[in-house]
Each structure stands twice: as C-alpha cells, then as structure tokens.
C-alpha cells in the first residue's frame, strides 16, 4: 500500500503536468490513523485525481483532510463543470472503486456538485 504522504507528493506532480493549481487546506498530522486507512485514503486520492484531470476541465484542485476524534475526513475538491447525470457508479470504474472499498472500512463516500466536484471520504477511528 502507499503511505498518504507519498500519494499527496505524486498527485502534486500530476496536478502540476495537467497545469492544475493545487491547494492544500489543512495539514495532514494524521495521528493514530492505521495503515489500512491510510493506504484506503491513498487510492481514493489518487482516483479522485485522475478523474479531475480527466473529467473535470478544472483549473483548481484543493484537498483538505481533517482529523477528528471520531474520524478521518478527506475531500477533493475541483472548480470544474460537473454535471450530475454523468457521475455514474458503474460496476469496475472508479467512483464504484472508491466506494467499495471505504465500505470495507467502514467508510463513506458522498458527492457534492455545486461550483465543480467536491468528493467527500469519512472514515472511522478504530480506537486502540
Ligand atoms: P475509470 O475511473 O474506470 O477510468 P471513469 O473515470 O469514467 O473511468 P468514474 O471514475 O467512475 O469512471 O467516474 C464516472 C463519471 O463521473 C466520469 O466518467 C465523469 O463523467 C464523472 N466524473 C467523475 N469525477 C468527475 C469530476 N471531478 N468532474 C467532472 N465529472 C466527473
Ligand atoms: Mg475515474
């Protein structure tokens, strides 16, 4: 699996060659998340990445993940044009993809289209 940090310095470089400004909002001090979150956390990036350059015509890119005591929220957000009736969950694709897997940990993926794209993964806390 990839370590968060290492998938946020590659989608810098992807963002970077598609001439896509990217914006961090909040530093990741994730503390105590475990390996799998993170590794989860990595591949939804990377997916929700590939699908703003691909599908978004954004200019902006910002991510923001936060930490609270209960869980690990993640977000993507583009400035692009997103039309509802085109985010399709078809079986082997990448929105499907995401989801099935932050159901495996519990997870959950929602989508808010309102000035661009705004993927929203939460995860819960498996306190120790
Ligand atoms: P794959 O991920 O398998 O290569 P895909 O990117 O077309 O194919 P999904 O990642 O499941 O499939 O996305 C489904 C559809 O949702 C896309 O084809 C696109 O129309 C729309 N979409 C997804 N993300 C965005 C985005 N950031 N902006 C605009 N449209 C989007
Ligand atoms: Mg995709």
């Known amino acids: 699996g990839t370590r968060l940090e290492d998938e ?24 105590g998340v475990s390996l799998l979150t993170e590794n989860v956390l990595s591949m939804i ?9 691909k599908h ?14 209960t869980e690990v929220i993640m977000e993507v957000q583009d400035n692009g044009t997103s039309r509802p ?17 932050l159901e ?3 997870g959950t993926l929602e989508i808010s289209l309102r000035e661009g794209t705004k993927l929203i993964a939460r995860i819960p806390h498996i306190v120790k």
């Open 8 to 31: 946020i310095l590659r989608i810098k470089q992807i963002l970077k060659a598609a001439q896509i400004e990217y914006e961090m909002k909040d530093t990741p001090m994730l503390a």
């Open 85 to 101: 009736e085109q985010l399709n969950f078809r079986q082997g694709h990448g929105l499907q993809g995401m989801k099935e897997r």
């Open 104 to 106: 495996f940990v519990n």
């Open 45 to 53: 990036l990377k997916e929700a990445v590939n699908n703003v350059v």
């Open 56 to 69: 978004s015509g954004a200019t902006l890119c910002s991510l923001t993940i936060k930490q609270t005591e």
